[in-house]
Nanobody
Framework: QVQLVESGGGLVQAGDSLRLSCTGS?????????MAWYRQAPGKEREFVAA????????EYADSVKGRFTTSRDNAKNTVYLQMDSLKSEDTAVYYC???????????????????WGQGTQVTVSS
């Protein structure tokens, strides 16, 4: 059964940090999947946040989070992480991880490239 499970969300104050985790049970080896983070705020479209390609050697970030967020992966743990620093109120959203077989990081900027989605985890940043 294919499954992506996010964790680590919560309520924090502006300027704080959070680390999200996404652990996957996928059809084939986790290391073969490009992994991405998206977020969706109330009344808005789901938007790209960050991605790490299947080879693990390249990452991509949305301009709004560049320099504040870092994504990484640990294939031995079937897990991808999103370290979020200097959080702002506008980062408040439900954060989703997504996976796509053999996808490079740049391709994961496109929402339709994501094949599997997690259920999401809420991040709320109070100002």
């Amino acid at each position: 059964q294919v499954q992506l499970v996010e964790s680590g969300g919560g309520l924090v104050q502006a300027g704080d940090s959070l680390r999200l985790s996404c652990t996957g049970s996928l059809e084939t080896s986790f290391e073969r999947y490009g992994m991405a983070w998206y977020r969706q705020a109330p009344g808005k479209e789901r938007e790209f946040v960050a991605a790490v390609g299947w080879s693990g050697d390249r990452t991509e970030y949305a301009d709004s989070v560049k320099g504040r967020f870092t994504t990484s992966r640990d294939n031995a743990k079937n897990t991808v992480y999103l370290q979020m620093d200097s959080l702002k109120s506008e980062d408040t959203a439900v954060y989703y991880c997504g996976a796509s077989l053999s996808a490079p990081a740049q391709a994961l900027r496109l929402k339709y490239s994501i094949v599997y989605w997690g259920q999401g985890t809420q991040v709320t940043v109070s100002s």
